[in-house]
């Protein structure tokens, strides 16, 4: 019989913690194939970050730094400069990217360091137990926006991808989403183009995927992943809003 | 050569590749030098958005398996105690240089000894120590750093470098030498990529607290190591001493001049300076001898190593405190004067 699906090389044979429906099982498993498929296993370092992901080393099978929170794009610069010929990603939340971090994002990206980010938005901070992030939509209720996201009192959702794509030293800015199987092969393709981008060392990319957090957004599985693809997207377009191998 | 100067050529010899930092005075002229040094020996300084970022840009570096270091001054450094507290956890080789200005807030620009506390007690988060050297001289400055990077690779550690503003600006001829040639553990831990070997993890997460107990306890019998190993100080004149003043960095020059003034009006009083902040030259103190009657403790703030000196000496001295906190930098003849009072008073003729 033949063998159509399997767990790629790079995941350790350990089951994931994330909550049923999370999508970072999802994200991992397609960076990990896509380590298998690149043959980057013996060059890739990543950084996880201060969230629900920072346990990502117990399932990638490759090198793993952990950062404090927000630090990651710095610490992968710092890995980066030493060893220019490695392959080093950032996987991050949206707090730990767009809020505490921002400052250590945009001036990795604006120095075009040759790494990758991956910002997984969900639009609430998942491990604290689901309090307001930078990327948390209006009107959205969490648990220190308990009356919603007003804009007079929370201010607006960080849209810090676009902001991003507007940055010389970035190469490759994509937003994708978890929402339905084509979408995630979509986002399989871009996390593709990102790391071929960063190997030929063209500048900074960034793979924003919008991702579904269940127990948070207190949502079934399937409720959420509705709600991916019928709220969140409308407020983060998906798009491709940097490529300068097209541009 | 100028202090800031010969903190660089010293890195730079002792074989550092990454420098990363933020302009901040007074140490600006340590990453204009090694902006220059690194491009002609093919390493990489990058200067950062901020302290916080430098600091984990050196911790990227060190967990790359290259030698790393940043410099700040004061302001600078409480931002890089974070990121401090992780090297300190993950266990990675880093040097850091603080050039300590007045303070507390922004404070000023001038010579001060006021972040003691801060560089001895650790400073970030957590229960771990660091390696604290205060030179005195711009010789001192260039074995030092040298020696850092050394100390650093050795037990898997952050080590800092606590100058003042006057020891960065100081000129004065050094020899340069190269760097000894010890045996450093093998870098096992290093992340390059898992080709042909089991991936490895660097991190300091750990959810289970017995766990994290022997982590800490790992951590101090390291700690334990050091304060046996480590310890360094200078004695000036201590033989016939009476009297002790007990100073460091910048201090320590001041008094060694205040020392010299009196001695030639016949008053037996020395110098002792510890080299080593943290672990504190303990030794020194148990092994001064019964002629000391008072130890006089001076410092550029309102008095922190004084703690130190308490503890080494366990009531056994009496000691006394003279300082000029904020950025004052005190002449010899004031330091005199204050030595001659105290000997006056205590009849120790």
Known sequence: MKKVYSRPASLKQAPFHYCPGCGHSIIHRLVAELIDEMSLRGKAICIPPAGCAVLAYNYFDIDVCESAHGRGCAVATGFKRAQPDRFVFTYQGDGDMAAIGTAETIHAANRGELITSIFVNNAVYGMTGGQMAPTTMLGQKTTTSPYGRRPKIEGYPLLITNLIAQLNGAAYVVRTSLATPAKIMATKKALKKAFEIQLEGLGYTLVEVLSPCPTNWKMTPVEAFRYLEERMEKEYPLGVFKDITKD | ?349
């Open chain 2, 1 to 349: 050569m100028k202090g800031t100067d010969a903190i660089g050529e010293a890195a730079i010899q002792a074989g550092c590749r990454c420098y990363f930092g933020y302009p901040i005075t007074p140490q600006n002229e340590v990453p204009e030098y090694m902006s220059r040094r690194m491009d002609e020996v093919g390493g990489v300084f990058l200067q950062g958005e901020s302290e916080i970022a430098s600091i984990n840009m050196v911790l990227g570096a060190a967990a790359s398996g290259v030698r790393a270091m940043t410099s700040s001054s004061s302001p600078g450094i409480s931002l890089k105690q974070e990121g401090l507290s992780f090297i300190a956890s993950l266990e990675l080789p880093a040097v850091i240089v603080n050039i300590n200005r007045g303070g507390p807030g922004l404070g000023n620009i001038a010579p001060s000894q006021g972040d003691y506390y801060q560089a001895t007690r650790g400073g970030g988060h957590g229960d771990y120590r660091m390696p604290v050297y205060a030179p005195a001289s711009v010789q001192e400055l260039y074995d030092i750093t040298m020696k850092a990077f050394d100390i650093a690779d050795m037990y898997r550690t952050p080590v800092m470098i606590l100058g003042d503003g006057m020891m960065g600006q100081i000129v004065e001829p050094i020899v340069m030498h190269k760097r000894a040639d010890i045996e450093l553990p093998p870098k096992d831990y290093i992340l390059n990529g898992a080709e042909g070997r089991p991936s490895r993890i660097v991190k300091s997460l750990i959810l289970d607290v017995r766990l994290m107990e022997e982590h800490n306890w790992k951590l101090k019998r390291k700690y334990d190591l050091m304060r046996n190993e480590l310890p360094m100080h200078e004695e000036f004149m201590l033989d016939d001493a009476r009297m002790v003043v007990v100073a460091y960095g910048t201090a320590a020059r001041i008094a060694k001049g205040a020392v010299k003034r009196v001695r030639s009006d016949g008053l037996k009083v020395g110098l002792l300076r510890p080299i080593t902040l943290w672990p504190f030259p303990d030794q020194a103190f148990a092994n001064l001898s019964k002629k000391a009657k008072l130890i006089l403790v001076f410092e550029m703030s309102t008095g922190q190593m004084i703690d130190d000196v308490r503890l080494a000496t366990q009531g056994r001295i009496e000691c006394e405190f003279y300082g000029r906190p904020g950025g004052v930098v005190a002449a010899p003849q004031e330091i005199a004067r204050i030595i001659e009072r105290h000997w006056l008073q205590r009849e120790l003729s």
